[in-house]
């Protein structure tokens, strides 16, 4: 079964058996029914929607005449996590909404799990990542971060040749793929197994590491020919409730969404209250709602201060999380958190809507409100050793975007050691 993992990870059977696959994979007919249906456009729209141009009628072509491997280098070559985007990409606003099925008012080709069925046998047969060049470089490049958008930029310049290490101050690679993305949309084996692949191409991970201060930008400069930052955001804001706190008890029952899907995800701590309150109605405010629910919460409410049209999530997330049982409170705004004074626990959330305020029954709070950027390190990181990219780049966006952004910064820092090398 596919390369090993070499990242040490204790998976949970009761998690797995909580979150089923969202999109189960397809088996051999039915992926081969569905590229059968697939036009291969010239001028494929579905391409140009891919933020890293995967030739999606090339790929699905290969499906159709049963060459799965060479499938898989097809979405290999443009997105070196192509097993994990065909499994988190929101392909409902990407590829999937630009096929051109949609325009006869039929259903669109289901890229995502046919781009699925090719990384899965890529990954059954244990292949490897191919090289793309036999030349050995000189150079040494080290990427800050091991979410996607380093691990791009990583497996690009190892694939071309250079020495690459990759620092990460978690415990384990793959950043939100591995941490934060809903477990029924990604498991962390499978992230880590993608992880494995690039390890393979010869990149160094070293875990636990922080770079935080100058000394430590400068310890990296003069021992790095370039440095890739792909440190992603930083820690999800705070809610700020004006009125009583009344001894809450935060450490416990206020949890952050990114560190409620961490935790569940990564550290077997399944706990969740009975009456959870979520505060915020971002994707990530969805995935820790649903994730709430999965878990065991009898009632879970989204908080939101607009109203539905405003929501940023997406559509598809606001249609899963109703089907799931989370229950959507609009033009609400948190005013204060009332607990039990004795035992610290939270027993109701009072919201204003309007000109009058009203409780919700809440055990457990989850504020779901974005992330911090990491403005310190990156003002520091500028120079011209520097790139940088992925989420700390664009502000967060989707996984797509920063691996994007982490191959191009990749072909930037092979390019302009072109001439020293030549
Ligand atoms: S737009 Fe749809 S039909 Fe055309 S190539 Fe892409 S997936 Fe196939």
Redesign the pocket.
């Known amino acids: 079964m596919g390369a090993a993992v070499p990242f040490a990870f204790q998976d949970n059977a009761e998690v797995a058996r909580r979150f089923p696959d969202l999109h189960p994979a397809f088996d051999s007919n039915e992926a081969l029914t569905e590229a059968n249906r697939?036009?291969?456009?010239f001028d494929?729209?579905?391409?140009a929607a891919c933020p890293t141009h995967i030739d999606?009628?090339r790929f699905?072509k290969k499906i159709g005449t049963q060459n799965l491997m060479g499938s898989a280098l097809t979405i290999l070559d443009a997105n070196i996590l192509g097993a994990s985007c065909s499994r988190v990409c929101p392909v409902d606003v990407l590829?999937e909404g630009?096929?051109?099925?949609l325009r006869y008012n039929k259903q669109?080709?289901a890229?995502g799990r046919l781009q699925r069925h090719a990384m899965d046998h890529f990954w059954e047969r244990g292949a490897h990542l191919p090289k793309k060049s036999s030349r050995r470089r000189s150079q040494k490049i080290v990427c800050i971060g091991a979410g996607p958008a380093s691990l791009a930029c990583a497996a690009e310049l190892a694939q071309q040749g250079f020495s690459v290490t990759v620092i990460e101050r978690h415990a384990l690679p793959g950043g939100l793929n591995t941490y934060g993305v809903a477990e029924y949309k990604l498991r962390p084996p499978d992230s880590l197994r993608e992880v494995a692949m690039i390890a393979e191409l010869g990149v160094e991970f070293r875990f636990g590491v922080s770079i935080e201060h100058q000394s430590d930008l400068a310890a990296l400069e003069s021992e790095y020919d370039a440095i890739f930052v792909g440190v992603g955001l930083g820690a999800m804001h705070e809610l700020h409730i004006p009125g009583a706190h009344h001894n809450v008890n935060v450490a416990v029952y206020v949890v952050d969404a990114l560190e409620f899907i961490a935790r569940y995800k990564t550290s077997g701590n399944l706990t969740v209250g009975n009456n959870v309150v979520v505060v915020g109605a971002g994707n990530t405010a969805i995935d820790a709602a649903v994730a709430a629910r999965r878990l065991g919460a009898a009632h879970v409410t989204i908080v939101y201060r607009r109203t539905e049209s405003g929501m940023p999530a997406f559509g598809f997330e606001y249609e899963h999380a109703k089907q799931e049982g989370v229950v959507f409170e609009w033009l609400a705004e948190p005013v204060a958190i009332h607990a039990d004074p004795a035992s610290g626990r939270i027993v109701s959330l009072e919201c204003a809507r309007g000109g009058s305020n009203f409780h919700l029954s809440c055990d457990m709070l989850i504020p779901a409100i974005g992330q911090a950027p990491l403005r310190s390190l990156l003002e520091r990181s500028r120079g011209p050793k520097y790139y940088t990219g992925g989420d700390c780049a664009n502000g967060g966006r989707e996984v797509v975007d920063a691996v994007a952004d982490g191959k191009r910064a990749g072909v930037a820092i092979a390019k302009s050691f072109e001439a020293a090398d030549a």
């Open positions: 697939c036009l291969n456009c494929a729209p579905c391409a999606v009628p699905i590829c630009a096929c051109v099925m669109p080709i890229i």
